[in-house]
């Protein structure tokens, strides 16, 4: 079965850089969430698209900003890249939002970020 | 303050011995609750979500329950292969995530 796609795997970009993020959503999927792995860190949640309109937003900074396109696909554009933005980015997506105990959240494998 | 506090850190069981993961948490409205099981380096696999007091989720040698103030994952006769990080996070009425710490789970053969 088709599961999440992310690209690139991995991305290595200098500081005052600027990085896109790219998720493909389950087919049919309507609503994607980011959210940013630190190493050794618990995940936090970004931000989340639910019909290509932002639905939720949690610590995402001002320098990055995102968007769900109409094939539903989401970027994550990051800019004035810092060292402390190295970390695992992972998108996840479902059907509809999570407010039933039906709902079930899938994972992509995750960017790899390195801020050097 | 913390939102989510999941315990212990890290528990070591032998193959077969049942044992539980508590995650506590104080958000002031729940608006859902989830538990994930992270291997090294990927990204993490969703399990369950529990919306009230009182519900309970199995899945194979899982088992979520919730209460109003916590959430347990019990773990029956566990194999290695359940060796894992499990992650709980709690979705509140502003709809903001927030994930606990996790458990690290190694399950000796």
């Known amino acids: 079965a088709a599961g999440v796609i992310q690209s690139p795997r991995h991305l290595i970009k200098e500081k005052r850089e600027t990085a896109t993020l790219k998720c493909y959503p389950i087919p049919r999927h309507d609503t994607v969430y980011w959210y940013q792995q630190g190493p050794g860190q618990d995940p936090q949640f970004l931000i989340s698209f639910y019909e290509k309109m932002q639905s939720d937003k949690g610590s995402i900074p001002d320098r990055f900003s995102a968007q769900q396109f109409s094939d539903y696909h989401s970027e994550l554009n990051m800019s004035s890249l810092e060292l402390g933005d190295s970390a695992l980015y992972f998108c996840?997506?479902?059907?509809?939002?999570?407010?039933?105990?039906?709902?079930?959240?899938?994972f992509g494998p995750g960017t790899r970020l390195t801020v050097l | 303050e913390d939102q989510v506090t999941q315990s212990p850190e890290a528990l070591r069981l032998q193959e077969g011995e049942s044992s539980s993961l508590n995650c506590s948490y104080t958000v002031s409205g729940l608006r859902g609750l989830f538990w994930y099981r992270q291997d090294p380096g990927k990204g993490p696999e969703f399990l369950f979500t529990?919306?009230?007091a009182g519900e309970e989720k199995e899945k194979e040698r899982l088992k979520a329950t919730l209460t109003k103030k916590e959430s347990f994952l019990h773990i029956t006769a566990p194999k290695p292969e359940d060796s894992a990080t499990y992650l709980c996070a709690v979705q509140d009425t502003g709809n903001q995530f927030y994930f606990g710490t996790g458990t690290s789970l190694t399950v000796i053969p």
């Open positions: 529990l919306y009230s």
């Open positions: 996840a997506s479902s059907l509809g939002l999570l407010d039933s105990s039906t709902d079930t959240q899938y």
